[in-house]
């Protein structure tokens, strides 16, 4: 007999609901806890079966896995994959899932919902044989009431089928993965219920003193009988309540009723990124005098707007936004998504100094937002990468006209509660921006945004908005015109949005006077971690063109770690920021990307399969451009010295510093001064020419004649052990927590040897497992589910989740000829 799904208990839900357990009574509680609970353990899967639903059965070799889960990444990486190397070379496919599982007796006068945060893609769904309905998109979330075809009873089976169909390839410019790749939820609720999505909260004003905050409840009364209905809202922060506000509302059998509440919080707490403060609403619903449903709400309370000449404006203060493009995908994971992977990367970014995160291209997993929430980030929650022209043959084009209206308004619904999320893109590059047919749909898609929600500004990533006839600007163009494209003249748009073209920042006042500005996406620089050129003092252009496949570059398929490589449409780190840095109505800028991301391997083609554009690589490893972020976006002091010093003897060797909080950096080569170096004008970094002699490079930074820090880069013997680091030694024992753990190969003084790609082992004891690897090399063919990797540069990374029993794990790397490392985790 199939355990009855309750027992199975929210998790990732905890970000709120555990606080809101203590703060309810028991039957508030007890309702919360079982409204929506997790449904990802114990499905089973088998991977292209072209058999239709009617025909799949016993015959069908199934696996037993969680979700979430993502088949591509689990496959080998093929030249000629259907995806391409645009999409990493891994192929899709066509998949099944199903599960088994039984419902308490008690729900059957109740209303059961399955819900999926995003499934890639074309999905189909069967419960108990009955057809509930396809999904084309593969971002955005979505429901089915399955109540009419439920067995009740705890020895009643029932049986829930996912088809999911990424086999029409190429679909996406980049790594889609395929499968059920986000959480899975069942919702239970009376027939009297807060709606899906279903709480619409504002505070229309704010200030220091007073908020107002104006709450809207859609209510469903899913009965055949008219309601009476009594909803009170309470607000909490933590655990104390603030206020409470109660309504009452009759609701037709059948029919749903929207219900307005306002209350007013005194001396309120700011939500903003330095401190990111949180407020819940509680909504309960009462239907002659017993609770029906329970709802919580996060919500911050925070007043911004984007100025037209001191640009972005946080609940008084200026404020630049410092923002970082991320895909969907977690590096090794593949694209399915685990919390504390994304956790890990906005970590990464936040210590370079990133206050804001773009969701390129599509709405990103519910659990990004709540982090973001939590974290204090700036969220550009971006809708589609194309509207009804394609970029791919069987792309979302072929969906649009049916699709686009449901799947924004699916978006909006969900996220307009989140206090991270500041605006919102329409799209990205979209080939109709430069015609009629564009302005329309941008008039269109505005319209559909604000009918939902009002407070926040709509945009879109134009490339360019104003597209200047000079090569530098436009050099993926032809005949452009100096003056705005349809889409960003359309006055659709509260924000206009530029994707590259940073040499027309400057003149956004002049071409759009009565419009504010962001730089939806920038840069475009390429880097391998760890490889350096012979001279960095002169700027790459990687294609030439965007259009014309690139056969040149560096052996090896590697592009130098100098901030001195960009791609065509692009420009470099330090050139974007001096730019961003110079103009108070610069509201801000959305680097491309925060991190390499599989597929779109620009410059290059074939070996390679992941992209160079990230400022840290794919296993989460910064390159060295990383630093002058840090250097720039944060108060740390900062001194980051490179390259390595291991080289030929005699050859000349480009030194640079990184360095902050600083007047001059002296550079010593075995006790010997090189020379003292100081930024001047708009510097951003400073350099020495070298010839290389082994042995220690010493760098100090002094203010005043003070020394601010030191730093040494000595050069490495021979590989001749293994050091283990963990992000976190000890990790929850829930089956989806992870420890990233990584292993630098140092030479017998430990001195870390960074040009060594020995090949690791990995063995793991106690509940858990070895769940991905990877070494940042956008070249590597070896798989990313595996229990061995090849170091990159001296560097590789082992990903191991907990089990559920508590206890430890141990990890063990390993290396012929080396020398081993053991690390042990803890799992509470």
Not at 118 to 147: A, C, D, E, M, Q
Not at 286 to 301: C, L, M, N, Q, R
Not at 666 to 688: F, Q
């Amino acid at each position: 007999m199939t355990a009855p799904y309750k027992l199975n208990l929210i998790k990732t839900l905890a970000l709120a609901g555990t606080i809101t357990l203590v703060a309810c009574g028991t039957q508030d509680t007890t309702l919360l806890a079982n409204r929506k609970v997790d449904f990802n353990t114990g499905w089973q899967f088998h991977l292209n079966d072209s058999k239709d639903h009617d025909t799949i059965g016993t015959a069908t070799q199934w696996r037993t896995l969680n979700l979430p889960h993502d088949w591509s990444i689990e496959g080998s990486f093929d030249e000629h994959s259907p995806a391409g190397i645009g999409g990493g070379a891994l192929t899709g496919g066509l998949g099944w899932y199903k599960k088994t599982f039984s419902v308490p007796q008690a729900d059957s006068d109740k209303i059961t919902t399955i819900t999926f945060d995003g499934i890639y893609k074309n999905s189909s769904v069967w419960v108990n044989g009955h057809y509930l309905g396809n999904r084309p998109n593969g971002y955005i979330g979505f429901s089915y009431n399955i109540t009419p075809y439920l067995k009740f009873g705890e020895d009643q089976e029932n049986e829930i089928i996912v088809k999911a169909d990424n086999s029409k390839q190429p679909n996406s410019r980049w790594y889609s993965g395929s499968g059920i790749y986000r959480s899975v939820w069942l919702t239970t609720t009376a027939n009297v219920h807060v709606a899906e999505y279903g709480t619409y909260i504002t505070t229309p004003k704010v200030s220091a003193e007073k908020a107002t905050v104006a709450l809207e409840t859609t209510v469903k009364n899913e009965d055949k009988a008219e309601k009476t209905a009594t909803i009170t809202t309470t607000i909490y922060k933590g655990d104390s309540e603030i206020t409470a506000v109660t309504a009452e509302q009759k609701i037709g059998a059948n029919t749903q009723q929207e219900v307005t509440q306002q209350t007013e919080i005194t001396n309120p707490a700011l939500w903003s990124t330095e401190k990111p403060e949180l407020y819940r609403a509680v909504t309960e619903i009462s239907v002659d005098g017993k609770v029906a449903d329970v709802y919580e709400t996060t919500f911050g309370i925070r007043d911004f707007k984007f100025d037209l000449d001191k640009g972005f404006i946080l609940n008084g203060k200026p404020l630049k936004i410092k923002g970082v493009c991320l895909h969907h995908d977690l590096g090794p994971l593949g694209s399915a998504f685990n919390t504390r992977a994304m956790e890990r990367e906005l970590q990464i970014m936040m210590e370079m100094g990133v206050n804001g995160i773009r969701t390129s291209h599509n709405p990103p997993a519910p659990e990004l937002l709540d982090l973001c929430d939590k974290m204090g980030l700036i969220v550009m929650d971006e809708a589609f990468d194309m509207w009804a022209q394609a970029k791919n043959p069987d792309d979302y084009s072929k969906d649009w006209d049916k699709w686009h209206k449901k799947d924004l308004e699916d978006q909006v619904l969900r996220d307009r509660n989140h206090p991270s999320v500041f605006m919102w893109s329409i799209g990205n590059e979209i080939p109709e921006q430069w015609s009629d047919k564009g302005a329309d749909i941008g008039r269109e898609l505005a319209a559909i945004v604000k009918n939902l929600d009002k407070t926040r500004p709509v945009t879109a990533a134009m490339n360019p908005p104003v597209a200047v006839d000079a090569t530098k600007v436009s050099i993926q163009f032809t005949n452009t015109a100096d003056k705005p494209n349809n889409l960003a003249a359309s006055g659709a748009l509260d924000i206009i949005g530029y994707n590259y073209a940073h040499q027309t920042w400057p003149k956004h006042q002049v071409n759009f006077p009565k419009v504010p500005f962001i730089a939806t996406e920038t840069t475009s620089a390429l880097e391998t971690r760890g490889y350096y050129d012979a001279k960095s003092d002169t700027i790459k252009i990687w294609p030439k063109r965007w259009d014309i496949p690139f056969h040149d570059g560096n052996p090896g398929n590697t592009v130098s770690a100098y901030d001195q490589v960009q791609a065509p449409w692009g420009s470099t780190h330090e050139e974007t920021w001096k730019v961003m840095k110079k103009y108070d109505f610069l509201s801000g800028m959305f680097i491309w990307t925060g991190f390499d991301y599989i597929g779109e391997p620009t410059p290059y083609l074939w070996p390679s399969i992941s992209s160079y554009f990230g400022v840290a690589d794919l296993a989460g490893f910064p390159k060295d451009v990383y630093y002058m972020y840090q250097s720039e976006w944060t108060d740390k002091d900062v001194l980051h010295v490179f390259p390595h010093w291991n080289w030929k003897a005699g050859q000349e060797v480009d030194v640079w510093a990184y360095y902050n909080h600083a007047d001059e950096v002296e550079l010593y080569l075995n006790g010997k001064s090189l020379g003292k170096k100081s930024k001047h004008g708009d510097d951003l970094h400073i350099m020495w020419r070298v010839k290389y002699e082994p042995g220690t490079l010493k760098a100090v930074s002094r203010k005043g004649g003070k020394v601010v820090l030191e730093k040494e880069i000595k050069t490495a013997g021979a590989p001749a052990a293994l050091k283990a680091t963990a992000d976190r030694e000890t990790i929850t024992a829930d089956g989806t927590d992870l420890s990233y753990i990584t292993v630098d190969i140092t030479d017998a003084n430990g001195v870390f040897a960074a040009t060594a790609g020995n090949m690791i082992n990995f063995s793991l004891k106690g509940d858990g497992k070895i769940v991905g690897v990877c070494s940042g090399d956008p070249v590597s063919h070896e798989p990313y589910k595996a229990e061995k990797h090849s170091a990159w540069m001296g560097k590789c990374l082992v990903i191991v989740q907990a089990g559920s029993k508590a206890g430890t794990l141990e990890l063990t790397a390993s290396s012929p000829g080396l020398k081993s490392a053991t690390i042990t985790l803890n799992t509470k």
